[in-house]
Every structure is written in structure tokens, then in C-alpha cells.
């Protein structure tokens, strides 16, 4: 399985929400803080590790906003 995280640019960010709905794995949540535009911007709360780098937040934000990054496991074999 991949994991991955997300860089929100928090001055790029309106508060839409539009990547919240996206997650499937429900790991973006609204700062505390705003922005210096005065909007509340999202992040990323993922402390059990459960975002897969899927990119479906960076797609739908409006303002490019979102850098996906996603690893991937690799699986080693054993020679014989």
C-alpha cells in the first residue's frame, strides 16, 4: 500500500472545503488559524498515517493550492 501526505500553501487556501469532500480518507481538517487573507484554511491531520498521496484534494482544488506527495512500499523477494 502507498503512503502519502499533503502540503497545503495556507496563503493559497479560501476554506473551500471542496478537498475535504474529496478525501476518501477523511485526513483534511480546517486550521485554527486564518490565513492572511482572513480565510480559514485546511491541513492535513493524519496522525495514524492513513492518506495514500491518491491526489483527489490537489485535483479538485480550485486555487492549485495542494503538493501531493506519495510513496510507495516496495515489496523485496527473496532469490533462490
Known amino acids: 500500500m502507498a503512503s502519502g501526505r499533503i502540503i ?3 496563503e493559497r487556501c479560501k476554506g473551500c472545503e471542496l478537498c475535504r469532500g474529496a478525501c ?4 483534511i481538517v480546517l486550521s485554527e488559524n486564518m ?3 482572513g480565510y480559514q484554511p ?3 491531520s ?3 498515517g492513513h ?3 491518491c491526489a483527489l484534494c490537489a485535483f479538485v ?8 506527495f506519495r510513496e510507495k512500499a516496495v515489496h523485496r523477494t527473496r532469490a533462490h
Not at 24 to 27: A, F, K, N
Not at 61 to 68: A, E, M, N
Request: overall charge negative; glycine content about 8%; hydrophobic content about 30%.
Open 8 to 10: 497545503v500553501d495556507a
Open 24 to 27: 476518501p480518507h477523511d485526513v
Open 35 to 37: 490565513n492572511s487573507r
Open 42 to 44: 485546511v491541513m492535513l
Open 46 to 48: 493524519d496522525p495514524d
Open 51 to 53: 492518506c495514500t498521496g
Open 61 to 68: 482544488c480550485p486555487d492549485s493550492g495542494i503538493t501531493v
